[in-house]
C-alpha cells in the first residue's frame, strides 16, 4: 500500500505543513500498511482558503453541471470498486466481499443519486408573496469516523456538493486511505479546484482547527457523542450549523406473536454486520419474559454460526475489530457484562482460537440483561448483543427508550401492522418493520444523544441549503415566472 505524503488542497496534492506522520494499521495483521500526513492548523487554514475562494463560482454553477462532475465520480469510484473494498477490508477488517457490497456499494450509489437528486429538485417555490429560494450554506467542514469510512463521507460530501457547497474533508486516522483514492476520482472528474479539499489528522488538533475557523459555515459531523458535544461547544463560538450523526443503542423489540426464530436471527444478524461497528446495530434484543428460553437458544445458536477469521481468507463472516484499542474496549464491556451478572451465552473476553493475530473478539451474547445495566446502557461497538426481557407491550417500550440514545431499532410482530404501531411509539430515527431493510433514500440520523440533522435522500441534501426569502408586491409578474433551474 502507497504511503500519502500530500494533501489535496485547491485542486493539487501540496506538501503538508505538518511534518508529522500517522501510521495507519492492517486490522487482520496488525502491521502498518501506509502513513499518512498528520495536518496541522496551517493545513486546515489553506484548506479553508481555498474552499472559500471557489465557493462563489460553485454555488452560481447550474445544478445540473454539478450533477455530471458527480455523475463522473460516480464512474471513478465504480471503477475502482474492488481496490476500494481492499483497502477498507485492510483498514477496517470487514470481509473483502462485503467490504465490496456494502462499504463501497453504498458510496457509489449515493454520488449517483445524487446528481440525479441535483436534476429534480426543487430549487424553488411561491409562498405567498414570495419566492423562498434554497441557496448553498457555504463551506462545509466533513468530519467522518471508521466504522463505513467511505460510505459515511460521502453520504456528505455527495449532497454538500449537489447542494453548491464547498467541502473540507477530514477522514478518521484510524481508516483514511480510502479518502486519499476519492480525492484522486475527484480530481481525475475535473471538478473545480478548491470544491473539495482533503486533509489528513487528528481530531483534537486538524479538526478542532478547521471547526474553529470563522470562515467555515457548517461542520457535518459523523462519530462518537464525546466528539460531537465538544464540536459542538466549539462551533458555538462562530454560531456555525452543526450537522451530528452521534452514537446508538438500538433495541429490537420482538412482540409476543412475532415468528421468533426469524427475529432473533434478524437481530443477530443486525447486531454483528462489521463485527457490531455499526453506530445502528440492534445492540439490544428485548423478548417476552415467556420466550425468554427459547430465544435465548436460538440467538447462542445463530451467534455461534458467525465464523471469525482472516478478511481476505473468504470464509469469515466477521473479521477483526479496527484496533487494538477498539478490541480492549470491547473486551472490557464484555468482562464488565459478567461482573454485572448477566448470564454469558456465548462468547467471551478471550481471543478466538487460532487467530494469533488481529484484533479479533469472540462474538458474544448475554442473556438476563438488566436494562439498567451498563452493557444495556452504553455503546459497545463490537459483536456483543444483550438480551433483555419484559412483562408486557408497555414495559417493552419503556426498556427500547430507556437510553441516551436515539438512532435505530426495529420491531418484529405477527403483523406489519401491529409492529408499526409499536414503531411509532419508540423515540428513535429509523425503525425497522419485521425485518425491512436498509433504505439509501430514507433520512437517517438520531433523536437525543444520537445526534441532530438527517443524512441520505432529498433530507440530507436538504441539511446543506439555507432558505432565502425574495418579498414582492402582491400579484408582481415574477411570482408566476418558473425556477431559472
Ligand atoms: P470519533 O468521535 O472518535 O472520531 C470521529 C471523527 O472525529 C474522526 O475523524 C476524529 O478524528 C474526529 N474528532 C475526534 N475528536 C474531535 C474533536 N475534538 N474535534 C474535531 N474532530 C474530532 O469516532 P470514531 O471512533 O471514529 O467512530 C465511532 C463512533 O461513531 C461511534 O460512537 C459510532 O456510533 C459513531 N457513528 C455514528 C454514525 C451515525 O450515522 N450516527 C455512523 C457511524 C459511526
Known amino acids: 500500500m502507497q504511503n500519502r505524503d500530500k494533501l489535496y488542497i485547491n485542486g493539487q496534492w501540496v506538501t503538508p505543513s505538518g511534518r508529522n506522520t500517522i501510521d495507519v494499521i492492517n486490522s487482520s495483521t496488525e502491521e502498518v500498511m501506509a502513513t499518512i500526513p498528520d495536518g496541522d492548523e496551517n493545513d486546515a487554514a489553506a484548506a479553508v482558503a481555498a474552499a472559500r475562494a471557489a465557493f462563489d463560482a460553485w454555488s452560481a454553477t447550474p445544478p445540473a453541471a454539478r450533477a455530471d462532475y458527480l455523475r463522473k465520480i460516480h464512474e471513478g469510484l465504480k471503477a475502482r470498486s474492488q481496490e476500494l473494498a481492499e483497502v477498507i477490508a485492510g483498514e477496517v477488517g470487514m470481509p473483502v466481499k462485503l467490504s465490496a457490497a456494502i462499504q463501497v456499494g453504498s458510496p457509489v450509489a449515493n454520488f449517483g443519486y445524487y446528481a440525479k437528486l441535483a436534476n429534480e429538485f426543487e430549487w424553488e417555490e411561491v409562498a405567498g408573496n414570495s419566492r423562498v429560494v434554497r441557496e448553498p450554506v457555504g463551506v462545509v467542514v466533513c468530519i467522518t469516523p471508521w466504522n463505513y469510512p467511505l460510505h459515511q463521507i460521502a453520504a456528505k460530501v455527495a449532497a454538500a456538493m449537489a447542494a453548491g457547497c464547498t467541502i473540507v474533508l477530514k477522514p478518521s486516522e484510524v481508516a483514511p486511505l480510502n479518502a486519499f483514492v476519492l480525492a484522486e476520482v475527484i480530481d481525475a472528474a475535473g471538478v473545480p479546484a478548491g470544491v473539495f479539499n482533503l486533509v489528513s489528522g487528528t481530531g483534537p488538533v486538524l479538526g478542532e482547527a478547521l471547526v474553529r475557523h470563522p470562515d467555515v459555515d457548517m461542520v457535518s459531523f459523523t462519530g462518537s457523542t464525546r466528539a460531537g458535544k465538544r464540536i459542538s461547544e466549539v462551533a458555538a463560538a462562530t454560531v456555525k450549523r452543526v450537522a451530528l450523526e452521534l452514537g446508538g443503542k438500538s433495541a429490537s423489540v420482538i412482540l409476543d406473536d412475532a415468528d421468533l426464530a426469524a427475529a432473533v436471527k434478524g437481530t443477530v444478524n443486525a447486531c454483528f454486520l462489521n463485527s457490531g461497528q455499526t453506530c445502528s446495530a440492534h445492540t439490544r434484543m428485548l423478548v417476552p419474559e415467556s420466550r425468554y428460553e427459547e430465544a435465548a437458544k436460538i440467538a447462542a445458536e445463530v451467534a455461534s454460526k458467525f465464523t471469525v477469521g482472516d478478511p481476505f481468507g473468504g470464509t469469515a463472516k466477521l473479521g477483526p475489530l479496527v484496533s487494538e484499542a477498539q478490541r480492549e474496549r470491547v473486551r472490557s464491556y464484555i468482562r464488565k ?128 441549503l439555507e432558505y432565502k426569502s425574495l418579498q414582492f408586491k402582491p400579484g408582481a409578474p415574477v411570482l408566476s415566472e418558473k425556477a431559472p433551474y
Do not use: H
Not at 393 to 413: F, K, P, Q, S
Not at 450 to 462: C, Q, T, V
Open 337 to 464: 457484562g459478567m461482573e454485572e451478572g448477566a448470564e454469558l451465552l456465548c462468547g467471551g473476553p478471550d481471543a478466538p482460537a487460532d487467530l494469533p493475530k488481529g484484533y479479533y473478539v469472540q462474538p458474544t451474547v448475554f442473556g438476563r440483561v438488566k436494562p439498567d445495566s451498563t452493557i444495556a446502557q452504553e455503546e459497545i461497538f463490537g459483536p456483543v448483543l444483550s438480551i433483555i426481557t419484559y412483562k408486557d407491550e408497555d414495559e417493552a417500550v419503556r426498556i427500547a427508550n430507556g437510553t441516551l440514545y436515539g438512532l435505530a431499532g426495529g420491531v418484529w410482530a405477527g403483523s406489519d401492522e401491529r409492529a408499526q404501531q409499536v414503531a411509532r411509539r419508540l423515540r428513535t430515527g429509523q425503525v425497522d418493520i419485521n425485518g425491512g431493510t436498509f433504505n439509501l433514500f430514507a433520512p437517517f440520523g438520531g433523536y437525543k444523544q444520537s445526534g441532530r440533522g438527517r443524512e441520505m435522500g432529498k433530507y440530507g441534501m436538504e441539511e446543506f
